[in-house]
């Protein structure tokens, strides 16, 4: 499989922000373009920061794929355990995973990484396939990249979610 171009990806994230930097353009755009570059996805979005419930959770954000989970608790399933160790995650084998949360039944691998405003977590971007261990570590360290350009440029206004 040839390796997708991250730069490239990484300077199209730059060039959708230059447009516009709110998150939700920006995301939608984002998941939709890590949607057309990579193979083998089933799954690709964000989930964003809410603070509204007595749990502090993940809300589903823009994504392209099948209906997903609404709601995900901090230290739940992969996005969970992202958000609250602040450690991305690269999972070969999602049913290996303590507490995966199967949205799909297609999911075999996943990738998530957190995303921060002024140092803390503000949401993650996670991605699924339907491949076992679809996602190299060359991968892994592209998908970083392009979570830090976010981290970088993207305005998160109104983030986190709050009553
Ligand atoms: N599998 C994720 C849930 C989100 S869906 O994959 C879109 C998890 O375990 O956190």
């Known amino acids: 499989m040839s390796q997708p171009d991250y730069q490239l990806l990484c300077a199209q994230v730059r060039s959708f922000a230059e447009e516009d930097a709110h998150w939700l353009p920006l995301l939608s755009n984002v998941s939709a373009l890590i949607m057309d570059t990579l193979t083998d996805l089933n799954w690709a979005g964000f989930y964003l920061a809410d603070t509204r419930m007595q749990e502090r959770s993940l809300l589903l954000g823009p994504f392209q794929g099948k209906v997903a989970c609404v709601h995900i608790a901090f230290g739940k ?5 992202a958000a609250a160790a602040d450690e991305p995650q690269l999972v070969p084998n999602v049913h290996e995973f303590p507490g995966h ?32 261990a679809r996602f190299s570590t060359e991968d892994f360290a592209g998908l970083k990249a392009v979570a830090s350009t976010l981290d970088e440029v993207t305005d998160f206004s109104g983030l986190p979610l709050t009553k």
């Open 77 to 81: 399933g992969v996005c969970g355990t």
């Open 101 to 132: 949360i199967a949205c799909d039944s297609a999911s075999n691998s996943e990738v998530v990484i957190p995303l921060h405003a002024a140092g803390d977590v503000i949401g993650v971007l996670d991605i699924d396939s339907p491949l076992l």
